[in-house]
């Protein structure tokens, strides 16, 4: 049985190891909001809740999904939420004109998932030029509105009766061996193969020029400024999550996104992370030297110019000020690829 001064010796030692300790460190709470419904398209972010990997970085975060018929930017701007899932650089181009103040602070995809799909028996689409020759191209209004106007540019050919409204139901397409349909390439491809039993054709507008990112992590331009910790802590922990989930185990993501969204499958999310790996949506160009999230000034440069030529943004832009490399391209979490 311990003496008196045994007790009194521990009681002291327990009293200056918590002393060291000190009390436990409150986490910063903040929301992140998606343009859509959970999917593995979202996955590095799933997992970095599901992991524990953002309470590592002393954040508690919050992700609110998107969906249909929603207004997914609107929270940011109006001060809700702390960070939103940016699609892709059209709405930042266009946003200093309407003197609306955002900033992409990571690019977690370094291609765009946009694509176009044919039948694989169509004679004559070899090439993305191809598809020119084809009398119907189902897209929706915002891909007629954006990118197509590009493609009219960039691959003369292109005419506005070829275009014919998207309502994202693929029968559309499936039934009509004469058209090419737009979709996500982790996505869309999958949903013709389950409904009709074959593959299609698939062409990916960024291997053909479209060099935007997409799913970027987009502030408000006057939170970085007065919130550069909490940004990094998000944008590091969030790239460590994306690793972790095509490279590491991604079950805790998977779980946490089925939880979220009943409808998605592990063979559908097994399909989209495969795909995502095939074309180097995530790890390829700037990121696979300097890591995810990082932005290629080339290729927003290029990206810009030909978008205005194309008259889908205005002229003029100053493109440093709607981005930043600021809190990427340090290779922050890539000793965790395999």
Known sequence: MPSIRQL???????????????????????????????????????????DGTYEKYGLKVTIEPGGPQKDTRAPLLAGKIQFYMSGNMLVPLQAPSQGVPVLEVAAIFQK?????????????????????????????????QSYFQWMKQAYPGFKDEQYKPYNFDPQVFIVDKNSAMQGYITSEPYAVQKAAGFKPKEFLLADSGFVTPSTMIEVLSDYAAKNPDIVQRFVDASIIGWYNYLYGDPSKGNAAIKAANPE?????????????????????????????????????????????????????????????NQFVCKKVGMDLKK
């Open 8 to 50: 009194a010796l521990a009681l002291a030692a327990g009293t200056a190891m918590a002393a060291l300790a000190g009390p436990a460190m409150a986490l910063d709470e903040v929301t992140f909001g998606t343009n859509w419904l959970p999917e593995a398209e979202h996955g590095g972010f799933y997992q970095a809740v599901a």
């Open 112 to 144: 765009e998932p946009q694509v176009l799909l044919v039948h694989p028996d169509t004679p004559g689409i070899d090439t993305f030029a191809d598809l020119a020759k084809l009398p119907t191209l189902f897209m929706s209004q915002d891909g007629f």
């Open 264 to 324: 998605m499958t592990d063979e559908y999310i097994a399909y989209s992370i495969a795909k995502m790996k095939e074309v180097g949506l995530v790890d390829s160009g700037v990121a696979a030297e300097k890591g995810i999230g990082c932005f290629s000034d080339d290729n927003q440069k290029t990206f810009y110019d030909e978008m205005a030529k194309a008259k889908v943004v205005p002229e003029g832009v100053d493109i440093s000020k709607t981005y930043t």
